[in-house]
């Protein structure tokens, strides 16, 4: 998009006016409390009273804190869960949906099954989180199913058994998170030519080779978008956790943001709650940067 | 909108908002108390008497949850949002936090001026005091508790009549009824492995070979942790869980679940507080049940109730001290005790409610003997969530009782080297 040739510098600067508005509600919600965070994070402070500096040592701790590596590598299970699964599913689902299911069965059909898969996204999550636990319960609806073809061997106790309870969760954020990238994807594809698949068609190509050779490299900057908002929610989830397990049983399903929020307002070690979310903010910018980087290169090309 | 008119405008709500400040006084009171609980239901009666001997002030409520105030009470009492009274969790990591810090009034002068000296014991004031660092125990009172609560086991009368099994006054005779149980086809005991009475049967257990050195000591961080007590605990219950008297799945339910699977008539014994009482007499139709004390051999879980505070801004600390003292009379402690409450000072024979007044009567027997041995999660903030997570991997199996007192004592002993 080229910027309009008429306009002089001065009417330029009167654009900066329309940024104040935004301006101030990034310094006040997001840049003072970064800041205020980051020098929280040299301190130690019960969340009262006057905080006490001591330098590196929340950093130091940090390092040989299991609780904080466990709940590390828990976010690499939960990236794949947030962004993989659910990008490489709502990318199949839209094209099925958008040209087999619609083709097939209409545009009703099709929609039905859009708002269906986007149905989890609008659920306040609290409210699915509770229900989802009913679900896991060890007397739940999976287990009675389970149990009532005599499939006694499967049920499990899903979310107070260590080896389920990550798997049981990541679930869960699946079936919260494919509506999302579905939708957008949906979104993508309606702006592809429908010549495009007609030639393919014509040519002899199969759904699998028009998703491959037209769908995905068109869908290329939605893809794009999806991951990266997908990978920022994987690196700072907490909802679902704090719901569904509270980081249990025995820390198998702890995260960055739920040992924050621990810190913070049980142990009442602010400065080391700081300190996390820190290195949790550092991380998810340097990933985003890196990814924005990426995209660019790719959209070079192109 | 021109400049000039905006200014009028906000002057105008400024002006108003000035003036309704001075025609009303109002008083604002907040508690977490469940609304069917006993201190619910007669916190609710006494709020319409205060309102009816004040028309002049309008008295705002609200309903608070347990957690919100455990996770930001601190923040609220530090800004300029506190009510002029509430309730608020006793304990080092809260109450004793905020005493420490300046946002409370002392209570002291009001303790003997209204009378409440009468009325509580200083056994019943230990959660009242907080040293200047926040330890309870001794310093000025900065609260005052209405109520009482202890962990015990809620048992299903008839199971245990039908089953031919007698209340056990031994830890090895609560072993033979759960056996006995267990043999008949029944997981005896309903235990929310997944939250707080997790920690309750726990600590209970550790009760039996705890003497008054090792809950002094522990409770007081005065010394690295002595695990017997816990390691006792420990095999205890991984041994219920191997025989089958706790369920394995125990892990993935909370306790309003279990609490429901006694309720419900599916298990005859649940450990748990007092706090159950109000919601186990009305939800418990088609059987008898009854409590008992687990055997220990003086201490049982359990303490004074949360505090009435009032904060440092609160701008009617007399219309406070007026409430505190309303539910401490005869009338409300009775009322209380009636609702199937813990009274603290109900005159036994007013009481009707036969679920209120043994309830009573057995917080008053283990306060006499001083055997009020607290929550094992006090002494170290977050242990809370510490003693969860490690049940948890005691029930489910992944860590060894061994394992799981080492886990403790790290986190205690830290905490107690850092103080």
Known sequence: MA????????????????????????????????????????????????????????????????????????????????????????????????????????????????????????????????????????????????????????????????TYALPAVSLVIVWIQVGYCLVVFMAGLSRIDPALYEAAELDGAGWWQRLVTITIPLLAPEIFVVVLTTLIAALKVFAPIFVLTAGGPDNATLVPSYLTYYHFFTTQRVGYAASIAVVQTILTIGLAVIFLRFQSSQAGKE | MKLSTLAMAIGAMVLTSGMAHAQDKTFNIWWFEDAVSAQGITWTKALEEFKANHPDVTVNFEQKTFAQLQASGSMILNSDQAPDVLEYNKG????????????????????????????????????????????????????????????????????????????????????????????????????????????????????????????????????????????????????????????????????????????????????????NLGNFSSSIKDFKWGQFLVPTPKYSVGSTGNLWV??????????????????????????????????????????????????????????????????????????????IQKVAGLLQGTLTPDQFVGELKTTYDDAQANQ
């Open chain 1, 3 to 162: 910027t309009p040739s008429g306009a002089s510098t001065e009417d330029k600067r009167s654009y900066y006016l329309y940024l104040i508005p935004g301006a101030i509600g990034f310094i006040a919600i997001v840049l003072l409390p970064q800041i205020a965070n980051f020098a929280l994070s040299f301190t130690a402070w019960k969340g009262v009273g006057t905080p006490r500096f001591v330098g590196l040592q929340n950093y130091e701790k940090l390092l040989t804190d299991g609780q904080f590596w466990g709940s590390m590598s828990h976010t690499l299970l939960f990236v794949i869960s947030m962004t993989i699964i659910p990008v490489v599913l709502g990318l199949v689902l839209a094209a099925l949906l958008f040209d087999y299911i619609r083709d097939e069965f209409g545009e009703t059909v099709s929609s039905l099954f859009r708002a269906a898969f986007y149905l989890p996204q609008i659920l306040p999550i609290t409210a699915a989180g509770v229900l989802w636990g009913w679900i896991f319960n060890p007397v739940g609806v999976v287990n009675i199913i389970l149990r009532a073809p005599g499939l006694d061997g499967l049920a499990q106790n899903w979310l107070g058994d260590a």
């Open chain 2, 310 to 387: 009032v904060p440092k801004g609160s701008k009617n600390p007399d219309l406070a001290q007026e409430w505190i003292s309303l539910l401490l009379s005869p009338k409300y402690q009775t009322e209380q005790a009636n609702n199937g409450g813990v009274s603290i000072a109900a005159d036994a024979a007013t009481v009707t409610n036969p679920v209120g007044q043994n309830a009573s009567a057995v917080f008053k027997e283990i306060a006499d003997k001083q055997g009020l041995g607290f929550y094992p999660d006090w002494p170290v903030p977050g242990f809370y969530d510490v003693l």
């Open chain 2, 92 to 275: 080092n990591a809260t109450a004793g936090l905020v005493a420490s810090q300046g946002l409370l009034q002392s209570l002291d002068d009001a303790y003997t001026a209204q009378g409440w000296d009468k009325i509580l014991n200083e056994g019943q004031l230990a959660l009242s005091r907080y040293s200047d660092v926040g330890v309870y125990g001794s310093g000025p009172i900065w609260g005052i508790s209405t109520y009482g609560e202890y962990v015990s086991a809620f048992y299903n009368i008839d199971m245990f009549e039908k089953a031919g099994l007698k209340v056990p006054t031994t830890l090895e005779e609560l072993t033979a009824d759960f056996e006995a149980f267990k043999a008949a086809g029944v997981t005896p005991l309903a235990l929310g492995g997944a939250d707080t009475s997790g920690q309750h049967v726990l600590a209970s257990l550790a009760y039996t070979k705890a003497d008054d050195t090792w809950v002094q000591n522990y409770q007081g961080l005065k010394a690295p942790l002595d695990t017997a007590p816990y390691l006792f605990a420990a095999q205890t219950m991984v041994d219920w869980v191997a025989k089958g008297y706790v369920s394995k799945d125990s892990t993935g339910i909370k306790d309003p679940d279990a609490a429901l699977q006694f309720t419900s008539g599916k298990a005859p014994i649940y450990i748990s507080g007092t706090w």
